[in-house]
């Protein structure tokens, strides 16, 4: 069955409705529209050392002592 979720912006073209005005974001997308970027499958950016930030869907900007596709590797000076 389909469900409705016109409330929602039929979840911005990043996600698909699951239930009535509930979204299903797509990876790399958050929130209740599945407006907000997201880096949740890349590790967060390695947030917990401080390492990167998310900067759009499943992408990070690694601070300078971090390198890599989620700021995992320390960069030797």
Known sequence: STFDCTLRNNCSG???CGRPNLCFCDSGYA?????????KDVY????QQQAGNCTGPNTCTCN???QGAYC?????S
Do not use: L
């Open 14 to 16: 990043h996600g698909r």
């Open 31 to 39: 929130g209740d529209n599945c407006t907000d970027i997201s880096c």
């Open 44 to 47: 967060n950016c390695n947030s």
């Open 64 to 66: 300078n002592q971090w």
């Open 72 to 76: 995992q590797t320390p960069v030797c």
